[in-house]
């Protein structure tokens, strides 16, 4: 069983930066594939990017490519999402989810996803 623990999120200005952190309980964490998903009043829940087991495929949705970063520290049990240049519309219920089944590419389904954290909030005001 893999129990996950975000953190990191809160109140920031538009432009401003937040990291999240995951933090995983359990051996097998290494071989997970990893996403990050958020969820905003009203709306489904989203992708935002993932990695894979070994941090060689990383995937972004185009609406944070490059201002977000996806990376992983499998001796520390923990994945990050750094959000940079952030925007208002960027203001959601942010949680990190383990697939424990793919390994060489990232899905970007959260029907894949069998292990979810409680997630965070993260407002941007502008």
């Known amino acids: 069983q893999v129990q996950l623990v975000e953190s990191g999120g809160g109140l920031v200005q538009a432009g401003g930066s937040l990291r999240l952190s995951c933090a995983a309980s359990?051996?097998?964490?290494?071989?997970?594939?990893m996403g990050w998903f958020r969820q905003a009043p009203g709306k489904e829940r989203e992708f935002v990017g993932g990695?894979?087991?070994?941090?060689?495929?990383?995937y972004y949705a185009e609406s944070v490519k490059g201002r977000f970063t996806i990376s992983r520290d499998n001796g520390k049990n923990t994945v990050y999402l750094q959000m940079n240049s952030l925007k208002p519309e960027d203001t959601a219920v942010y949680y990190c989810a383990g697939d424990p089944t793919r390994t060489s590419y990232v899905s970007s389904s959260k029907y894949d996803y069998g292990y979810w954290g409680q997630g965070t909030q993260v407002t941007v005001s502008s």
């Open positions: 990695i894979n087991w070994s941090g060689g495929s990383i």
């Open positions: 359990g051996r097998t964490f290494s071989s997970f594939g």
